[in-house]
């Protein structure tokens, strides 16, 4: 059975009338004893890509952002779904399965099933399998397998990869979407975190509807390289502004027939998520992470800037102060969607480098340069770096967009009081902690091998305590 689990592919179990996993299998919110899986039924076996040119072609530099999203690129089917699962070091095998759970058209046909009494810092294998209602046969079937956290006294190397901002205007590899979900593999992370823009409604195609947002959601999860990778890797996710409603949005605002408050249900029903959207989660003795929620709580940016105006609301705030001062981890990460430090762009203000945000900005700059080793990684910003505050020394670390196609919007360029380290291309970046030791890489595309599952690394930074 341990063979069957780590082997079964979607084709092997396809049967004609469905329903299918086209969408794959996303495996989010992993500690040491828990996960959520992610599975929704398709009514095909993969997405509709000739629909429209830009699902395998991008956006050309020509083209305009407009256009409507399909809503029927991959249409969900009523069905139930099975997940096998089992901690590949058991000297025995030992099997567990849940229920057949039944998903229909209530919440775009997702269904997100908790996994509880896990071990902690384990690989688990497992099997999802999909049926018609009522029938006993399987008619598809994906397997992959996911990480849990170790305890916090685990002292092995972790390994994590952070990215942000995609969307099928950028996609490089066609069908297969990101090529950079297919060198993310090549780091053999540990765990995934992607810090928002995941899709963008108000870019082509437009999605104005909850049908069409569901619709982009669906798309991009069905592209090769983008499901693959989260078959096998354990996920994290956080939302910003366009996988919200619209470019720098705040509470109360509408995108076409979109309110705010179906925004934020799109998000948690989209992506595996427990009950909030902000959270830590510490991966042995070194690692700890917060994962901040930048748009539910926060002010209007047009608001003028005081003691008030806030990006992070008081009681996540005060959670964030709290938590960090309390963990032991000899180095701490928060994990944001927009920067702390910057510099950013010229024109912005939306995040807690710019001018709008300034009182709060500061104060977290503050607090993080008053305690010991608490690094900033940032996503939104459409370039990579890493920068220093020149008045705090706070380091933040710019992941950067998925990969070099979504470099658009411009960029601050190389600013030598602020940058060790600077670049205006796209892809990942990856922190290790080992031997007590951190280092930051960022990673891309190699000019001369573009299509190399290996991604070429553009710089190293050590993050060295105080």
Same mark, same amino acid.
């Given at each position: 059975?341990?063979?069957m689990?780590?082997?079964?592919?979607?084709?092997?179990?396809?049967?004609?009338?469905?329903?299918?996993?086209?969408?794959?299998?996303?495996?989010?919110?992993?500690?040491?004893?828990?996960?959520? !899986?992610?599975?929704?039924?398709?009514?095909?076996?993969?997405?509709?890509?000739?629909?429209?040119?830009?699902?395998?072609?991008?956006l050309?530099?020509?083209?305009? +952002?407009?256009?409507?999203?399909?809503?029927?690129v991959?249409?969900? !089917?009523?069905g139930?779904?099975?997940?096998?699962?089992?901690?590949?070091?058991d000297?025995?095998p030992?099997?567990?399965?849940?229920?057949?759970?039944p998903?229909?058209?209530?919440?775009?046909?997702?269904?997100?099933?908790?996994?509880?009494?896990?071990?902690?810092?384990?690989?688990?294998?497992?099997?999802?399998?999909?049926?018609?209602?009522? %029938?006993?046969?399987?008619?598809?079937?994906?397997?992959?397998?996911?990480?849990?956290?170790?305890?916090?006294?685990?002292?092995?190397?972790?390994?994590?990869?952070?990215?942000?901002?995609?969307?099928?205007?950028s996609?490089?590899?066609?069908?297969?979407?990101?090529?950079?979900?297919?060198?993310?593999?090549a780091?053999?992370?540990?765990?995934? $975190?992607?810090?928002?823009?995941?899709?963008?409604?108000?870019?082509?195609?437009?999605?104005?509807? $909850?049908?069409?947002?569901?619709?982009?959601?669906?798309?991009?999860?069905?592209?090769?390289?983008?499901?693959?990778?989260?078959?096998?890797?354990?996920?994290y996710?956080?939302? +910003?502004?366009h996988?919200?409603?619209?470019?720098?949005?705040?509470?109360?605002?509408?995108?076409?027939?979109?309110?705010?408050?179906?925004?934020?249900?799109?998000?948690?029903?989209?992506?595996?998520?427990?009950?909030?959207?902000?959270?830590?989660?510490?991966?042995?003795?070194?690692?700890?992470?917060?994962?901040?929620?930048?748009?539910d709580? %926060?002010?209007?940016?047009?608001?003028?800037?005081?003691?008030?105006k806030?990006?992070?609301?008081?009681k996540?705030?005060?959670?964030?102060?709290?938590?960090i001062?309390?963990?032991?981890?000899?180095?701490?990460f928060?994990?944001?969607?927009?920067?702390?430090?910057?510099?950013?762009?010229?024109?912005?203000? #939306?995040n807690h480098?710019?001018?709008?945000?300034?009182?709060?900005?500061?104060?977290?700059? +503050?607090?993080i340069?008053?305690q010991e080793? $608490?690094?900033?990684i940032?996503?939104?910003?459409?370039?990579?770096?890493?920068?220093?505050?020149?008045?705090?020394?706070?380091v933040?670390?710019?992941?950067?967009?998925?990969?070099?196609e979504?470099?658009y919007?411009?960029?601050?360029?190389?600013q030598?009081?602020?940058?060790?380290?600077?670049?205006?291309?796209?892809?990942?970046?990856?922190?290790?902690?080992?031997?007590?030791?951190?280092?930051?890489?960022?990673?891309? %595309?190699?000019? #001369?091998?573009?299509?190399?599952?290996?991604?070429? !690394? %553009?710089?190293?930074?050590?993050?060295?305590?105080?």
């Amino acid at each position: 059975m341990l063979k069957m689990l780590a082997l079964v592919s979607l084709a092997a179990f396809a049967q004609a009338g469905g329903p299918y996993l086209a969408n794959g299998v996303r495996v989010g919110e992993v500690d040491q004893d828990s996960a959520i !899986m992610w599975i929704r039924t398709t009514a095909a076996p993969q997405a509709d890509f000739g629909m429209l040119p830009i699902f395998t072609e991008g956006l050309g530099a020509d083209d305009k +952002d407009e256009g409507s999203m399909p809503a029927d690129v991959l249409p969900g !089917m009523s069905g139930e779904v099975q997940v096998q699962y089992m901690a590949v070091t058991d000297q025995a095998p030992n099997i567990q399965d849940t229920d057949w759970i039944p998903v229909d058209n209530d919440g775009d046909f997702v269904a997100q099933i908790p996994l509880t009494n896990l071990k902690p810092g384990a690989t688990y294998t497992y099997l999802v399998r999909a049926r018609a209602s009522g %029938r006993d046969e399987a008619t598809a079937g994906v397997s992959g397998q996911f990480q849990t956290a170790p305890d916090p006294s685990d002292d092995r190397p972790i390994r994590f990869i952070v990215t942000t901002c995609q969307a099928v205007r950028s996609i490089d590899s066609g069908a297969a979407g990101h090529h950079t979900y297919q060198q993310m593999l090549a780091f053999d992370p540990h765990f995934f $975190v992607h810090t928002g823009d995941i899709v963008y409604y108000d870019k082509a195609p437009l999605a104005k509807t $909850v049908a069409e947002a569901r619709a982009k959601w669906n798309l991009m999860f069905a592209y090769g390289h983008n499901r693959d990778f989260h078959l096998n890797v354990s996920s994290y996710f956080m939302k +910003d502004d366009h996988d919200t409603l619209v470019n720098d949005c705040w509470p109360g605002q509408t995108y076409g027939d979109i309110t705010w408050e179906e925004g934020l249900a799109l998000f948690r029903e989209q992506v595996p998520m427990g009950e909030k959207t902000y959270r830590t989660i510490r991966w042995g003795r070194d690692v700890q992470v917060w994962m901040t929620e930048n748009r539910d709580f %926060r002010s209007a940016n047009t608001a003028p800037d005081g003691p008030d105006k806030t990006i992070l609301g008081a009681k996540q705030k005060a959670w964030l102060k709290r938590t960090i001062k309390a963990s032991d981890a000899k180095y701490k990460f928060i994990i944001t969607p927009g920067p702390i430090v910057g510099p950013d762009k010229p024109g912005k203000n #939306d995040n807690h480098s710019n001018e709008g945000f300034l009182h709060e900005g500061q104060e977290l700059r +503050d607090f993080i340069a008053s305690q010991e080793n $608490v690094f900033v990684i940032t996503g939104d910003r459409h370039w990579q770096y890493c920068s220093v505050d020149p008045r705090t020394g706070v380091v933040e670390l710019g992941c950067g967009p998925i990969n070099d196609e979504h470099n658009y919007g411009g960029d601050p360029g190389y600013q030598p009081e602020w940058h060790r380290f600077f670049s205006e291309k796209g892809g990942f970046m990856g922190i290790t902690v080992e031997n007590g030791e951190a280092r930051a890489e960022w990673f891309g %595309r190699d000019p #001369d091998y573009a299509k190399s599952p290996v991604p070429m !690394m %553009r710089h190293r930074e050590r993050l060295g305590t105080k």
